[in-house]
């Protein structure tokens, strides 16, 4: 549900307190805002958005900017916080959209938090405008890079509450919570304080008022400090993606790519090793990916062993070391089923038409590519299924015994593709692998006087 109100027309600069003016050069001063742009800004209700909102309107006028409120109903008096929010916008005489979304079950604070992007995003798509402004200051900075370093290693998760995050902005990320309460008060913005920050029952507001005023104590300036640290680590990651990139075009893993040579990565300090293993990961994913130091040593590990190995990084994603390379991939095709093919017959296994046909001997063995097969040891049916663990033959010419295993491993097949390689047998043994091996027991003999040839042929995959 949403509905709008209007503000009166605009005409001339609107009239601004000295720190509401203070607040928009600050603003303007962060270089997040152009003057002659225009915008969506988020209000709660609350202190901050309403600043926010109020400094905006001062830098760009309102006629450039339009409002948007959420209202949850979560709360007996949500009312309130809607009432302040219609209250301020007519006092800065811009247009607010309300709405009051249904948020269903679940992490309610992920929820209310995605329906207020999107319905910002929306209406600044609607009205054309450049950006979607919040009131984020630079308390909440430092209460989610505390949140973030408690529950997510690495760096990356620092990062949250970014200055701008694609059409995002954050004009107050550099101003207190104090400081813009402090401003709100003298410029009679109207606003009211929502009663669930002070509840202990979320984490935020445990970092907000116990664990912040603690580190307080220690240094007064923590809040600044880790504000300054928060931009510096995003300096640093803007450089070290430069830095990726560069050292993936000179392994030969230019933009697009998701497969490097193992000897590649050999050559690379680890950070750099798990940056770039990160970054290829992330192209074939189309998302982020936690991949941390311990999935970066593993791949290294099984890329440098010649039977290579898969890791799985999350997300149905996996990275395969194998034939000298590493490679990213989504998901996994379904091994497919075993099928049974009569003699002579064809029959389609995976992505395999399997084509078996009756000949006079003698027939000239062709090798593993083509099985030329005695017929009367395979008999009139064969099984064509996928390799399983502990499957064991006599390839001919070996005399002896080998795993499929280590046959694969022996021939630099891959692992991502010996579940879908057709393994025909015949009374249980394995008689031929298509373009590995041919079983001794089922080789040509002098004496033979027909022979079965079986072909193996790649067909297209249907849609």
């Not at 046959?407 to 692992?415: K, N, S």
Request: charged share 25%.
């Amino acid at each position: 549900m949403s509905d709008s109100s209007r503000g009166r027309p605009y005409s001339g600069r609107v009239q601004s307190s000295p720190a509401i003016e203070a607040l928009a050069d600050a603003v303007e001063a962060g270089g997040l805002i152009d003057r002659r742009s225009a915008g969506v800004v988020l209000v709660s209700g609350g202190p901050d958005s309403a600043c926010a909102a109020a400094a905006l309107v001062a830098l760009c006028g309102p006629e450039s900017i339009s409002a948007v409120h959420l209202n949850y109903g979560l709360r007996a008096d949500s009312g309130e916080d809607e009432r302040a929010a219609r209250a301020l916008c007519a006092k800065l005489r811009v247009d607010l959209r309300v709405e009051r979304p249904d948020l269903g079950r679940g992490n309610i604070q992920a929820r209310a938090r995605d329906a207020r992007y999107a319905a910002a995003e929306a209406l600044r798509r609607k009205l054309g405008y450049e950006w979607v402004a919040t009131g984020h200051t630079r308390s909440d900075v430092a209460e989610t890079f505390l949140y973030r370093l408690a529950v997510s290693p690495g760096t990356r998760p620092l990062l949250g509450l970014a200055p701008r995050s694609g059409d995002v902005v954050r004009p107050l990320h550099s101003i207190s919570r104090e400081e813009t309460r402090a401003v709100a008060i003298e410029a009679e913005l109207p606003f009211v304080d929502d009663p669930s920050n002070a509840t202990p029952h979320y984490v935020r507001n445990r970092i907000r008022n116990e664990i912040l005023p603690r580190l307080a104590e220690i240094g007064p300036e923590v809040e600044r400090n880790i504000a300054a640290t928060h931009a510096e680590l995003h300096e640093e990651a803007e450089l070290l993606a430069d830095v990726v990139a560069e050292a993936l075009t000179a392994a030969g893993a230019g933009s697009g790519a998701t497969v490097i040579d193992a000897s590649e990565l050999e050559r690379m300090g680890p950070g750099l090793r798990r940056l770039a293993l990160r970054e290829l990961a992330e192209r074939a994913a189309g998302r982020s990916v936690a991949l941390n130091r311990g999935h970066s040593s593993r791949i290294l590990a099984l890329a440098q062993r010649p039977q290579g190995g898969e890791v799985e990084v999350g997300g149905g994603l996996s990275a395969f070391c194998e034939a000298g390379t590493v490679r990213f991939a989504t998901g996994t095709d379904p091994i497919p089923a075993a099928v049974r093919m009569s003699v002579p017959g064809v029959a389609r296994f995976g992505d395999w038409e399997l084509r078996a046909e009756l000949r006079d001997g003698p027939v000239d063995p062709e090798g593993p590519g083509l099985a030329t097969l005695d017929a009367s040891a395979i008999g009139d049916e064969v099984e064509i299924r996928a390799w399983q663990s502990g499957d064991r033959m006599r390839p001919l010419g070996l005399g002896g015994s080998k795993s499929l295993q280590d046959l694969f491993t022996d021939q630099g097949v891959p692992r991502s593709v010996r579940s879908r390689i057709p393994v025909v047998t015949a009374g249980g043994r394995v008689a031929w692998v298509a373009g590995v091996a041919v079983g001794d027991e089922f080789r040509l003999l002098e004496e033979s006087t027909e022979v079965a040839v079986i072909t193996a042929r790649a067909v297209t995959r249907r849609p």
